[in-house]
């Protein structure tokens, strides 16, 4: 069964770069897409981007200019950095899979998340 | 990007009755080349992450119980959820992942009357 569990730090001040990693386990890594996901306190979820095992990227335009994701194929990881945080960056980050098949783009397996919180 | 809207905001039904969530997206998201809608359902629960429900706009992912439906095509969908259980009290997003980027409802809350 396929389990995605995620960590990183949970507060940050205004202007430091958020970094979260996900690590794939009981699964193949090399046949999904691998998404970040967040969603602001009380708000609905919104998509930061996508990678893929050979490192290919899509990004949300939203966060292009702040945003970077990297894998790491021998530890089915994936990680995700987002520079200069604000306040508005405080949010329930989620990674996870795309795997409904073929160009299937829903998410059927979720991370736990984690909570980020920005403030000075 | 594409805009999803939903409706309603919320919604509480007596137990065992039906409950029907709308979305409909600012532009089509159906593929006429595969006739299918790049529409999903999602299911979340206070401190959880979203649960995957439908996806292909009416297909049910593995597990997930057949009293939940959804159907629609083009901009209009619908999720239907038949003999409402107390499991059940949950947040329903739609989502289209037809254009990067991928975009969501804003979520419709379900509860028990």
């Known amino acids: 069964q396929v389990q995605l569990q995620q960590w990183g730090a949970g507060l940050l001040k205004p202007s430091e770069t958020l970094s979260l990693t996900c690590a794939v386990y009981?699964?193949?890594?090399?046949?999904?897409?691998w998404s970040w996901l967040r969603q602001p306190p009380g708000k609905g979820l919104e998509w930061i981007g996508e990678i893929t095992h050979s490192g290919s990227t899509n990004y949300n335009p939203s966060f292009k200019s702040r945003v970077t994701m990297s894998v790491d194929t021998s530890r089915n990881q994936f990680s995700l950095k987002l520079r200069s945080v604000t306040a508005a960056d405080t949010a329930v980050y989620y990674c996870a899979r795309a795997g409904c098949g073929g160009d299937c783009e829903a998410f059927d397996i979720w991370g736990q998340g984690t909570m980020v919180t920005v403030s000075s | 990007d594409i805009v999803m809207t939903q409706s309603p905001d919320s919604l509480a039904v007596s137990l065992g009755e039906g409950a029907t969530i709308n979305c409909k997206s600012s532009?089509?998201?159906?593929?006429?080349?595969?006739?299918?809608?790049?529409l999903a359902w999602y299911q979340q629960k206070p401190g959880q992450p979203p649960k995957l429900l439908i996806y292909?706009?009416?297909t049910r992912e593995s597990g997930v119980p057949d009293r939940f439906s959804g159907s629609g095509s083009g901009t209009d969908f619908t999720l239907t959820i038949n003999n409402l259980q107390a499991e059940d009290v949950a947040v329903y997003y739609c989502q289209q992942y037809y254009t990067t980027p991928s975009t969501f409802g804003p979520g419709t809350k379900v509860g028990i009357k």
């Open positions: 532009q089509s998201v159906l593929y006429s080349s595969n006739n299918k809608n790049y």
């Open positions: 009981g699964g193949s890594f090399t046949s999904y897409y």
């Open positions: 292909w706009a009416s």
